[in-house]
Every structure is written in structure tokens, then in C-alpha cells.
């Protein structure tokens, strides 16, 4: 099978990530698959790092017939049998194609409302499947923007289970950042944004510090679009005086080393996030976790059996369950472990890949119903066992 990604963003994130991931899988498994994205952003230089397939391209605004018809003469030449879109500017670039005959398949991430009938029209009538990170997407698409439950596929984020598999290096990170072998670490990773909670973590800390003054914290990530998001919460910091207790490490490959050296992780996120990759990467890391009830994290994390549950925004219950694990090990293990095992069980990149493969031949025959198309779905699907 050959499928173009289309990523506009100028920033980069853990959608951004997860695409690079399947584009690399793609073709580490007989298909051929491409990212275009715009030359002068963070995600070529990322991508560039990770090894991806890229192609550069002006990508300025939604309606540009020009680069539409770069796009449509990219694939033709390279017999794209599907384009994918993340973002709403992604899709509007990509419509012209998906009219002229390309299947197109629109991912949603967030659970942020769609908004306007006319960008709900665009989902109904605009792409050929829509992929959801989580039922809750799906929920919201079918209830309040009336699109059609069979257009859409629910598939869950995934990660690298070989990647974090416990057990690694404690101390590696904890060198680097100062902190010694047996301080409490409480660890915040993804991108600085208003609804990430970062702000809502370094308002708990001094509720912790409290209880349990021998703790630190580390954020690690960087401000996403607007590197002053980072510098916002950083300023939080110095304001209340914690310089020296709370790190901010910024972007970081090693996340393996990160999760290995915190003993708590923290998703404190408000809104938006449907899918965390943190939650996976955590609990295939085999660390106890906090986090607020969005997205599927409600669906996921059992109170007490594989992590602790809080309400979004909460701080003196953030800072309460932070105390908790720090002062109760053995409930940290306990959570620990049994996050690891759901991980194991449920959070494979391998399953999730074959998920999404399985949703895109089934988008591929459903054309091939209506025409007669220069490759048949065999040829595409042996594509995939070359």
C-alpha cells in the first residue's frame, strides 16, 4: 500500500511523534509510505532526526490550488492509494484530491467540539473514514454532529513496548538533573500547553512540599507554536520560589531514561487530550500514575488498581494523590504493576499498526465497489507481506 501523510503543523508534539512512528513502520513492513510538511518546521527538523520519509512542501494556507495540485501530481507519480490528515488545514489542502478520486482518511486526536456545521459537513462528506483515538471522539462526532458511526473507526494510541520495557538505568537522568538516587521524583511529560496542566502541576507542588519537602519535580517538554507557553510556566515557577525544586529539562529523546527515574507520573491535563501517549509510555515503563479524567484515561486507569484518578484542575487533589505514592510504596508498586501487565496486554504498536492497515484496506475495497481501479485490493495487500 502506498499512503501520504499530510502534516502542516509548525510544531511538534506526540501526534506528530505517533505519525513519524507509523510512516517508519510502514515501511520497515513492505508498504510505502511518505510525510509532507513544510520545510521550515519543527517537524522536518524532528522527523529528519527520526530517519522519516519526508517530502518538503509549501503548506500556507487551507485553500491553495496550487499546492493541491503539487499534492495530486506527487501522488500520481507515486500511485498513492490513500492520503491521511490530522488537522482541519491538513484536510481542506487534501479536499480536492478526495473529490478527484483519493481516498482520504481524517484522523481525530482531540476532544475538543468540532464547532461549525460547516467543518462538520466536511467530516460527513469530505473523507473517505475518520479515525478516532478514543470512544469519546466517536461519541461526540455521532451525537452531536450527526456523522455516521460506521465511518468511524476507534483506535486506540500505542507504544514501543520493547522500547520501555522495565528494567533501566535509574539513575542516568537523575545525574544529569542533580537529583540524588533516593529523592522522591515526580515527573510531567508532553508538550507546554494551557491544557496539558503543567501550570495546575507547579500550583500542587507547594501542597506536596508541605508533606513531603525532600521531593522534586521535573518537566519535561518544550512550549509548542508559542515557545512562550514554556517560558509561562517556568515564570510560575520563579514566582512561587521553586526554582530549585521544580526542573524544566525540555524536549528529550532518552523519555525511556525519564520514566525510569521518576517515581510518580503526572498527566495533568485539563481538556482536549483524548489519547495520552504519556499514560502508555508510563505504564509500559512500569511507573505508578496520576492522572485527570479526559479523554479515555477514565476508560483506562482503574482507581487505586492501576493508577489514581483525579478530577481536571484539582490541585489539592493532585497534590494528595503525589503524597500518597511517595509516602505508600507498596500502593505504587501495586499500580505499577498492574499498569505494566494492562501495557502488555493492550498497548502493542504492532496490534495498533494492524488495526489501522485492516481499517484502510476496508476504505480501499469500498472504492473498489464503485470502480474499477489500476490496482486491485490484492496487490495492495500483498504490498504489505513483500
Not at 17 to 46: F, M
Not at 70 to 84: E, G, M, P, T
Not at 233 to 253: P, S, T
Not at 345 to 364: I, P, Q, T
Request: net charge positive.
Amino acid at each position: 500500500m502506498n499512503i501520504l501523510y499530510v502534516e502542516s503543523s509548525p510544531s511538534w508534539g506526540g501526534q506528530e511523534y505517533r505519525t513519524c512512528l507509523e510512516i517508519n513502520w510502514l515501511n520497515g513492513h513492505g508498504h510505502q509510505a511518505w510525510l509532507i510538511c513544510n520545510p521550515d518546521s519543527q517537524v522536518h527538523s524532528k522527523a529528519s532526526e527520526l530517519g522519516t520519509l519526508l517530502v518538503t512542501m509549501p503548506l500556507r494556507s487551507r485553500v491553495d490550488p496550487l499546492c493541491s495540485l503539487r499534492l495530486w501530481k506527487f501522488c500520481l507519480k507515486n500511485r498513492i492509494d490513500l492520503l491521511k490528515t490530522y488537522s482541519s488545514k491538513d484536510h481542506w489542502i487534501c479536499l480536492p484530491l478526495f473529490v478527484c478520486g483519493i481516498p482520504l482518511s481524517r484522523a481525530r486526536c482531540i476532544t475538543d467540539p468540532i464547532g461549525s456545521r460547516s467543518r462538520a459537513f466536511v467530516f460527513k462528506y469530505g473523507c473517505s473514514q475518520i479515525v478516532a483515538d478514543a470512544s469519546v471522539i466517536k461519541r461526540q462526532l455521532v451525537e452531536k454532529d450527526g456523522i455516521d458511526a460506521a465511518k468511524i473507526e476507534v483506535i486506540g494510541s500505542a507504544v514501543d513496548l520493547e522500547k520501555f520495557k522495565p528494567p533501566r538505568d535509574r539513575t542516568k537522568f537523575r545525574r544529569e538533573i542533580g537529583v540524588a538516587d533516593e529523592t522522591p521524583l515526580i515527573g510531567n511529560v508532553g508538550m507546554i500547553r494551557p491544557d496539558k496542566g503543567q501550570l495546575e502541576l507547579v500550583k500542587s507542588a507547594p501542597l506536596v512540599f508541605e508533606k513531603r519537602p525532600d521531593a522534586r519535580f521535573v518537566i519535561v517538554g518544550q512550549g509548542t507554536g508559542i515557545l512562550k507557553r514554556g517560558i509561562n510556566v517556568r515564570n510560575a515557577i520563579d514566582r512561587a520560589g521553586l526554582a530549585d525544586k521544580i526542573i524544566m529539562a525540555g524536549y528529550r529523546w532518552d523519555t525511556p531514561n525519564v520514566y525510569a527515574a521518576c517515581d510518580v507520573i503526572v498527566i495533568a491535563s485539563l481538556r482536549t487530550e483524548a489519547s495520552p501517549i504519556v499514560l502508555r509510555e508510563a505504564f509500559a515503563s512500569g511507573r505508578p500514575v496520576i492522572a485527570t479524567k479526559v479523554g479515555d484515561i477514565p476508560e483506562i486507569v482503574r482507581h487505586r488498581e492501576n493508577g489514581l484518578l483525579i478530577e481536571p484542575g484539582n490541585t489539592q487533589a493532585l497534590a494528595s494523590a503525589i503524597v500518597e505514592f511517595i509516602s505508600d510504596p507498596e500502593l505504587a508498586a501495586h499500580c505499577a504493576e498492574n499498569g505494566f501487565r494492562y501495557a502488555t496486554e493492550n498497548f502493542s504498536f504492532d496490534k495498533m499498526m494492524d488495526a489501522k492497515l485492516r481499517a484502510d484496506l476496508a476504505v480501499l475495497r469500498k472504492k473498489q465497489g464503485r470502480e474499477s481501479p489500476s490496482r486491485s485490493s490484492q496487490d495492495i495487500t500483498s504490498s504489505g507481506n513483500n
